[in-house]
T-cell receptor
Framework: QKEVEQNSGPLSVPEGAIASLNCTYSDRGSQSFFWYRQYSGKSPELIMSIYSNGDKEDGRFTAQLNKASQYVSLLIRDSQPSDSATYLC??????????WGAGTKLIIKP | DAGVTQSPTHLIKTRGQQVTLRCSPK?????VSWYQQALGQGPQFIFQYYEEEERQRGNFPDRFSGHQFPNYSSELNVNALLLGDSALYLC??????????????FGPGTRLTVT
């Protein structure tokens, strides 16, 4: 059974601090990794994709991938109250189907 | 640039009825995936359509069926509705690329309530 695991949270972070979200996956054949943000009652919004080991930065967001450890993370710098949401990790399997984690609820405290 | 659209936004049906949900992909996209999302859970993959054919299917019963039209829009049909089918139904569109799993962009979803 292919799985993607995330801590459900909530993760509480002070405004202006760095929020660190983590995700582990079971399928060693996975090649593509995605982070989505989902506000309550809304649909998921793609915020980062990463395909190679290492870091990928986009504005305040940094995705980190370690395929050997089967671990992907998302860092949010200078966290803002508007970053409060559920963050979903999605990982592609060998058939290019996305396997989803249950999400981590992030709360940014002013 | 039009994003992914879905209709209707909300729907209330009675157990045993049938429902059809509709999705138009983002301009330039050719692949549509459907997901079911229960409260507090991640999206669960139902199936994916490409070139008017079901390319992949998740662990959902045959009561769930779909279709893709020549203009890439898609429908999700659910027969013999059960109370457990109440969920947010999400459509995601993407552009098929050889050898590369694709970024998927979601529509606003259809909230289905079965009573």
């Amino acid at each position: 059974q292919k799985e993607v695991e995330q801590n459900s949270g909530p993760l509480s972070v002070p405004e202006g601090a760095i929020a660190s979200l983590n995700c582990t996956y079971s399928d060693r054949g996975s090649q593509s990794f995605f982070w989505y943000r989902q506000y309550s009652g809304k649909s998921p919004e793609l915020i980062m994709s990463i395909y190679s080991n290492g870091d990928k930065e986009d504005g305040r967001f940094t995705a980190q991938l370690n395929k050997a450890s089967q671990y992907v993370s998302l860092l949010i710098r200078d966290s803002q109250p508007s970053d409060s949401a559920t963050y979903l990790c999605a990982v592609s399997d060998s058939n290019y189907q996305l396997i989803w984690g249950a999400g981590t609820k992030l709360i940014i405290k002013p | 640039d039009a994003g992914v659209t879905q209709s209707p936004t909300h729907l209330i049906k009675t157990r045993g009825q049938q429902v059809t949900l509709r999705c138009s992909p983002k301009s330039g996209h050719d692949t549509v995936s459907w997901y079911q999302q229960a409260l507090g859970q991640g999206p669960q993959f139902i199936f994916q359509y490409y070139e008017e054919e079901e390319r992949q299917r998740g662990n959902f019963p045959d009561r769930f069926s779909g279709h893709q039209f020549p203009n890439y829009s898609s429908e999700l049909n659910v027969n013999a509705l059960l109370l457990g089918d109440s969920a947010l139904y999400l459509c995601a569109s993407s552009l098929a690329k050889r050898g590369r799993p694709y970024e998927q962009y979601f529509g606003p979803g259809t909230r289905l309530t079965v009573t």
